[in-house]
Structure formats: C-alpha cells, structure tokens
C-alpha cells in the first residue's frame, strides 16, 4: 500500500504519478483507505485539516506524488442576481455552517451546495433558481486553512456556540424549614 502522509498543496498534473478521485464526503477525512485512480491501494496518513482539494498534491513515504481530483456527485446549484440578493444567498447558506462553493459561469454567479431539502428551500425564500444535476463540489477553503505560497499553518480555535437551547435545572428538593414565631 502506498502511504500518503503529506498536504503539498496545488500541484501540475504533470507532477503526479497518480490521482485519486474522491467525492466530498471522503475528500474531508485525514485517514482513508482507497484505490487510485489506476488501481493502486492507498492509504491516507495526513494530520486533521481542510478539506482536500481537487488539484492538490499528496506526498508519499516513497516521495511519490498523488493528484487529488473532485468526483462529479449529486449537487444543487443556486443562482440568483449579482450584487446584493448573491452576498444575501451566500451569507445565509454560510450562517448554517455548511460546506460551499462559489462559483461564476457564462450564465452568471452561484453557490453550490449537496443536496438539502432546508438549505433549497432557504436559497427558494431568498430568489435562487435550483439546479439539481451531477457535478464536482470542491467547496471555499476557510478563510484561516488556506495552503499554498509554500507554506501552510493552522490556527487551533476554541469556539464556543451557543445555540440558544434552554437548560432548564429545576429540582424539587424538599428542605426542611423551622419557622420560630414569636407570640
């Protein structure tokens, strides 16, 4: 088995002896066992990060390199007028804490997202048209896990979400009270 233990980044596909085409759902797990693209067993060694992109660059022990290639996948595409109602659509789709991809094509500007009934109905209230068809989903890396420039770095964020849920302590305990009263 081939191991892949590091992140290079963006690579040529000239530079890869190999690819692996994996959909999102496995392009998000640092340890896995596969088959590449040729046929080859590899195992994923890589530390806990950002979610694999397509175009990047796996090392492994032997030096070798492995391009990493988006799987088409079921996705929904949501398009909506520029400007405004697409900062709107991309800005309440992200308050949700879901993966996205943003995109522009011939026929304008879109967020892309899997297919979830709460999150379509959403991008319908805010004016989006749905495209419900097969394509790659490499979603916009965060903002703090960007590799590339020939370096990486992570930063270890502790965050508390509140999410508003009541917690309600009320214990029935029976104390025993002695009332004096003066007569």
């Known amino acids: 088995m081939l191991k892949l233990i590091e992140r290079l980044g963006p690579i040529e596909e000239s530079a ?43 090392k492994a022990e032997s030096g070798e390199v492995v391009r990493v290639c988006a799987a088409v996948e079921p996705v929904v595409t ?17 308050n949700r804490h879901v993966q ?3 995109g522009e094509d011939e026929k304008g500007a879109w967020v892309r997202f899997p297919p979830d009934h ?5 991008a319908e209230l ?16 965060g903002a703090y896990n960007q590799v590339g420039g020939g370096h990486s770095h992570s930063h270890g964020h502790g965050h508390s979400h509140d999410h508003g849920h009541s917690h309600d302590h009320d ?3 029976d104390h025993a009270h002695e009332h004096h009263h003066a007569h």
């Open 16 to 58: 890869a002896s190999d690819t692996l085409t994996l959909p999102f759902e496995l392009r998000i797990r640092g340890r896995l066992k596969t088959q590449s693209d040729n046929g080859r067993e590899l195992g994923l060694f890589l530390d806990r990060g950002p979610v694999l992109r397509s175009g990047e660059g796996l």
């Open 78 to 94: 949501a398009r909506v007028s520029a400007g405004l109602p697409l900062a709107r659509l991309a800005y309440h789709l992200g």
């Open 100 to 102: 996205l991809a943003l």
């Open 118 to 122: 709460v999150l379509e109905e959403l």
């Open 126 to 141: 805010l004016g989006a048209e749905l495209e419900h068809h097969n394509a790659t989903f490499d979603p916009e890396p």
């Open 171 to 173: 214990h029935d305990h």
